[in-house]
């Protein structure tokens, strides 16, 4: 906390909050029954798309975005979670960035935006690659906050690999 | 969770209000148990074990589970305490117990290491606190899963003392 004081003009107080402390926008995805939550700045844009238009190349999944090949990352496959949804549904793609780089997740569902407080995830395991916390929706319902530079490296080292 | 399916009847709520009170006293007892340790005790299956009363920060009844892909099967998801994120441990797993759902009965005990880190334990049902004298808790043989550290005998059973420390340790590799 930081306070700055002038005779006859007033007072400052700036305040800096540890990100775990901030306030901020998360769009709320779901998969199957669970939620995730997706800082609001990571995320450009989210796109309604037919399995059919999802292209395939040396295993990994493209769409074509305005003539930019964007790679897809099933969230379902990344974190190993039961989906009821069959491959002919449509999808939605949430396209979150970090710098120039861009992957496309696919979800289920879109539930909304809300205003979240990233939570570290105390216990035994010390971190999880891919999720930045937890935040609380509503009564006692711990929902994950994704890590989005995590998954987006994870993504593309996996295109440079292949 | 609706306010409707958490609230027990009176007569669990202040046995539960007797626990939690041992609970938050911690090691202070009372000047004449001064020489009582008290163990927080507690069922997997029908079998008895328990953790030291001054580990324990808070015993809560079942509630939403979020479970938490790439963690080990061993932790069965977060929770929310207040706001505060806290990973479950299944002391059924741990102990190489058959896991199940929980029930009714099922209790998540919140233990501290003295340190500020917390964690949660996954029981079957929370059942009393027990005033032992330090000198019949005796060391156990070396049991398979090595959670046990200790046993205290109870009537005619013994209760399995549980090595918290060991227990919390998870490899995070699987």
């Given at each position: 906390v930081y306070v700055d004081s002038l005779e006859g003009r007033g007072t400052t107080i700036a305040m800096t909050l540890p990100i775990t402390l901030a306030i901020i926008q998360s769009l709320i995805v779901a998969v199957g029954p669970q939620r995730f939550a997706i800082?609001?700045?990571?995320?450009l844009e989210t796109l309604l798309i037919d399995p059919s238009e999802i292209q395939r190349s040396e295993g990994r999944e493209l769409l074509n975005l305005r003539g930019e090949a964007l790679v897809l990352r099933r969230l379902s496959s990344e974190f190993e979670l039961a989906t009821a949804a069959t491959r002919e549904e449509k999808l939605f793609a949430v396209v979150v960035g970090m710098g120039d780089l861009r992957v496309g997740l696919l979800v289920e569902r879109l539930d909304g935006q809300q205003d979240t407080v990233i939570k570290p995830i105390q216990g035994p395991i010390q971190s999880i690659r891919g999720i930045a916390g937890a935040t609380e929706l509503g009564d006692q319902d711990p929902v994950l906050v994704l890590d989005v530079s995590a998954l987006v490296e994870d993504a593309l080292r996996r295109r440079e690999a292949a | 969770m609706s306010e409707a399916s958490a609230t027990p009847d009176s007569s669990t709520t202040s046995r539960w209000d007797t626990l939690a009170r041992a609970a938050a006293r911690?090691?202070?007892?009372d000047e004449e148990e001064f020489d009582l340790r008290q163990l927080l005790t507690f069922q997997i299956d029908d079998a008895p074990y328990a953790v030291p009363v001054e580990r324990v920060r808070e015993i809560v009844r079942i509630r939403p589970i979020t479970p938490v892909p790439r963690m080990p099967e061993d932790v069965r998801g977060v929770i929310s305490l207040r706001g505060e994120i806290v990973q479950v441990v299944d002391l059924r797993r741990r102990l190489g117990v058959e896991p199940i759902d929980p029930t009714r009965s099922s209790r998540i005990i919140v233990v501290h290491d003295g340190e500020g880190q917390v964690a949660g334990v996954l029981v079957d049902a929370v059942t009393e606190v027990l005033r032992v004298p330090p000198d019949s808790i005796r060391p156990s043989a070396?049991?398979?899963?090595?959670?046990?550290e200790a046993l205290c005998p109870r009537g005619e059973e013994f209760v399995s003392l549980i090595d918290l420390t060991r227990v919390l340790e998870i490899d995070a590799g699987r």
């Open positions: 800082p609001l700045n990571a995320v | 911690g090691g202070e007892a070396s049991s398979e899963f090595g959670a046990v």
